[in-house]
């Protein structure tokens, strides 16, 4: 994690505290709708300046607001941020609770855990605009014959879009879900036939999108995202994982990029009908999975590690039309484009889960109360 200087600002939470009086003087049939915009406020791409939007602007519960914020550090929250049409409404920065230091500010740096995988799809969708790649190629094209143990004819089976899946049918019954040795790499069933949240088959992306554009991971992502929307981080390999970092802010511009649909300030980022299908149900087995994207308000839901399918939507708190990069100890990042919101979180707790889900219902149980 890179130190920053914490700005010196009054916290959001005292400015919820502060503003509450303006809750108590106009009803909430009188206050302004959260209404859906394709008018969006994007942050210069070198500069700190980020303007923000006055919660009595928004006719939001800020007697609630202020109660979440008081409960979010309770769970470890780290970093907090909720941009409304592309506005900070609500940006809040805590150390842990174990140890009362290590604050974060907006120059901290955390990790992204699996939340990393969206943005890795989103990187495979850009090589494939640039012609370098289709989803639909094999896998051996890129690495080669014998990438698995299994005998070839099964192995030349999968291809890039059982990767984008989880839907490659690799073994998921091996000591090391994160182990992309060719010996952890077995078959088990036909690929598009299972889902599993199997790491290490995400995680051959990264080779693939290197060998495709013959370019190192971190240069294809400054150039053809990071510096184009002012996205700081970097990727750091841990063991066999390829983890990114970021300040939340960065977070909060890349889920900005997916509400404006690729669109920064003007500027095409990325567009076509990958980044249409990135947020929509990808495959019949999980209906709340696409491109390594986590979706909102299906019908049933899978988790990892089981291969049972839950009836109702993973996050039924929340917004039908949601969806959210995931990741572990809770790192979200929510976009929901109904109400032109990006919310994010990062820090730590959540349990042992590779996907918290329940952190966020917890999240969404108390949110929902703000923005009604």
């Not at 999108?209 to 053809?224: H, I, N, P, R, S």
């Not at 184009?228 to 990029?257: C, E, H, P």
């Not at 730590?348 to 149980?365: H, K, N, T």
Request: glycine share 8%; proline share 5%.
């Amino acid at each position: 994690m890179k130190p920053g200087i914490p700005p010196f600002r009054i916290s959001s939470f005292f400015k919820v505290l502060l503003g509450c009086w303006a809750f108590f003087t106009f009803s909430c049939a009188e206050a302004q709708k959260p209404t859906p915009s394709s008018n969006l406020y994007f942050p210069p791409n070198e500069s700190s300046v980020w303007e923000e939007k006055p919660l009595a602007e928004l006719g939001w519960n800020q007697v609630a607001l202020a109660e979440l914020l008081a409960w979010l550090p309770t769970q470890d929250t780290r970093a907090f941020i909720i941009l409304k049409d592309g506005k900070i409404v609500v940006e809040e920065y805590w150390g842990t609770k174990l140890t009362g230091s290590g604050e974060m500010d907006q120059n901290s740096f955390w990790y992204w855990a699996s939340a990393g995988k969206t943005l890795t799809a989103a990187l495979v969708g850009l090589a494939q605009s640039d012609k370098f790649l289709s989803v639909n190629d094999r896998t051996q094209k890129y690495l080669g014959e014998g990438w698995t143990s299994m005998p070839s004819n099964q192995e030349r089976e999968i291809r890039l879009i059982h990767h984008l899946t989880l839907t490659t049918g690799i073994d998921d019954k091996v000591a090391n879900l994160d182990d992309t040795s060719p010996a952890s790499l077995k078959y088990l069933a036909k690929p598009g036939t299972r889902w599993s949240y199997h790491n290490a088959t995400y995680t051959l992306l990264e080779q693939v999108v290197m060998k495709a554009t013959g370019k190192d991971y971190q240069t294809y992502f400054e150039e053809k995202l990071g510096d184009k929307i002012g996205m700081k981080g970097f990727w750091q390999q841990t063991g066999f994982n390829n983890v990114f970092y970021s300040d939340a802010r960065s977070f909060a511009r890349f889920g900005l990029l997916m509400l404006a649909k690729g669109n920064w300030n003007g500027t095409q980022v990325w567009s076509g009908d990958f980044f249409d299908k990135m947020p929509q149900t990808s495959q019949n087995l999980n209906l709340s999975y696409g491109y390594l994207t986590w979706l909102n308000g299906k019908s049933s839901f899978m988790v990892p590690g089981s291969q049972s399918v839950i009836p109702g939507s993973l996050i039924p708190q929340a917004p039908a039309d949601m969806y959210q990069a995931m990741g572990k100890n809770g790192q979200f990042l929510m976009i929901i484009p109904s109400q032109n919101l990006v919310i994010v979180r990062m820090g730590s707790s959540g349990g042992d889960s590779p996907v918290p889900f329940l952190l966020m219902r917890d999240i969404w149980q108390r949110l929902d109360q703000v923005i009604k």
